[in-house]
C-alpha cells in the first residue's frame, strides 16, 4: 500500500516546486490559491480533497423543518425573510394540521369582550371564523394573534384592547381614530419602548375586519393568504414583517395549540 502524505496546501513533498526555497513569496500564493480551491470544493461537494473528510458546507435542515415543508425544495418557501433567521432556523415545526374549521356558535358581531376568560376566548374564535368563513388557516391565524397580541392568552387583556377595541396591535388610524401610546418593540437586536399611533376602533368586530383587509389588500402578506395551513400562515407573517419579535411565529404556535385548537 502507497500512503501519500499532503501538508495544508494538498501537496505532497514529491510535489514540492523547486523555486519553493528561492522565490518563498510566489510559493506562499501558489499555496493560498491551493487552499482556496480546497475550500471551494469542500463547499461543492461536501469534501475535502486533501483529506476526503467533510469541510465546511451548508448543514441539512431540521427534521421538524423538513416534515413542515414536506418532500419538495426549501426554495418553494423562501421569502425575502428566509429561514436564515435564528427564530426560523432553530425551531422545529410541526407537520399542518387539518386546514379544515367548525361553524361559529355565534353570529352576532363581537362588540365587547367577556369578564369570563373561557367565554372571551369562544368570542374570539366565533369572530376569527366569521371574518374568514371559507379560509380556515387564516381563521385560525386571526384568533391566534388576536390571543396574542392583546395578552387574552395571559387572562390579562391590554388597554389597547380593552380600551380602543384594537386585539391585533395594528397601528394607524381604525374605525374611530387613533390612541397614541408606549410600545415596546425589538430593534437591532434588542427590546426598546417608543410611543406610536394605534388604530382605534368603534367595536371589536371592526378589528377583525381590519386585521382582514390588512392581509388581503397589501401585497406585502399575500404568502400568508396563500399558505396552505395555519403552520405555513405562521411563519409566513412574520416573515412579511408583522411583528419585530424573533420568536412570533413559535410564539403563535404555541397559543394556538395550548388555547385555541380544541375550538377548531
Do not use: W
Amino acid at each position: 500500500m502507497n500512503i501519500t502524505t499532503l501538508n495544508a496546501a494538498g501537496f505532497s513533498p514529491a510535489q514540492r516546486p523547486a523555486f519553493a526555497d528561492s522565490q518563498p513569496f510566489m510559493f506562499m500564493m501558489l499555496q493560498m490559491m491551493a487552499v482556496m480551491s480546497c475550500l471551494m470544493e469542500s463547499l461543492n461537494s461536501g469534501g475535502c480533497p486533501a483529506c476526503r473528510r467533510p469541510f465546511g458546507g451548508m448543514s441539512a435542515p431540521s427534521p421538524g423543518l423538513s416534515n413542515f415543508l414536506g418532500s419538495g425544495s426549501t426554495n418553494s418557501f423562501q421569502s425575502a425573510g428566509g429561514f436564515g433567521s435564528p427564530a426560523q432556523a432553530n425551531n422545529s415545526f410541526p407537520a399542518p394540521g387539518p386546514n379544515t374549521m367548525s361553524p361559529p356558535t355565534n353570529t352576532a358581531p363581537l362588540s365587547r369582550l367577556s369578564d369570563n376568560r373561557n367565554e372571551r376566548i369562544q368570542q374570539i374564535v366565533d369572530a376569527a371564523k366569521r371574518t374568514h368563513p371559507n379560509h380556515p388557516h387564516l381563521a385560525k391565524l386571526a384568533a391566534a394573534q388576536a390571543l396574542l397580541e392583546s395578552g387574552i392568552h395571559t387572562n390579562r387583556p391590554s388597554g389597547l384592547a380593552r380600551n380602543h377595541n384594537n386585539l391585533f396591535g395594528i397601528k394607524g388610524r381604525g374605525t374611530a381614530g387613533t390612541a397614541h401610546l408606549r410600545t415596546q418593540e425589538h430593534l437591532n437586536g434588542r427590546n426598546v419602548t417608543i410611543r406610536d399611533g394605534f388604530a382605534r376602533n368603534a367595536t371589536l368586530e371592526d378589528s377583525f375586519l381590519q386585521h382582514r383587509n390588512l392581509l388581503t389588500r397589501n401585497r406585502r402578506y399575500q404568502s400568508v393568504v396563500n399558505a396552505s395551513s395555519f403552520e405555513e400562515a405562521a411563519l409566513r407573517i412574520r416573515q412579511a414583517g408583522y411583528a419585530t419579535a424573533p420568536n412570533y411565529t413559535s410564539a403563535l404556535l404555541s397559543v394556538y395549540r395550548t388555547h385555541l385548537a380544541r375550538y377548531f
